[in-house]
């Protein structure tokens, strides 16, 4: 079995939010992710004309995953949806995929 890519994608109104949510992103939610069982992570601007941040998130195995989202996840989604739910107009979206080769 291949590692195990995790991968959410926000959409955020303006650059204020932007700036925040960056500022969330690297004074712990990645840490926290990492602390739960990542073995690296990312973040990335997107191209294009929406404001889009993109974490990729690595995971040795699938089991690695399924701990995380069992153990760790439930609290830093319940932090991020506090900071930055609906009424923020941030939307995400989220991909779960195995590595099937490296090139």
Same mark, same amino acid.
């Given at each position: ?39 690296? !992570?990312?973040? #990335?601007?997107? $191209? &294009?004309? +929406?404001?889009?941040?993109?974490? =990729?998130?690595?995971?040795?195995? /699938? ?9 760790? !996840?439930?609290? #830093?989604?319940? $932090? &991020?949806? +506090?900071?930055?739910?609906?009424? =923020?107009?941030?939307?995400?979206? /989220? ?9």
């Amino acid at each position: 079995m291949g590692c195990i890519h995790y991968s959410v994608i926000a959409e955020l109104p303006d650059v204020p939010t932007r700036d925040r949510y960056l500022r969330w992103l690297r004074q712990g939610h990645l840490q926290g992710v990492l602390d739960g069982g990542a073995i690296s !992570a990312k973040i #990335l601007l997107l $191209d &294009g004309p +929406e404001i889009r941040i993109q974490t =990729s998130y690595r995971f040795s195995d /699938r089991a690695a995953f399924d701990q995380y989202e069992r153990e760790f !996840a439930p609290a #830093l989604r319940a $932090d &991020g949806l +506090e900071r930055f739910g609906a009424a =923020s107009g941030v939307r995400f979206e /989220r991909s779960v995929g195995e590595e099937i080769s490296e090139g």
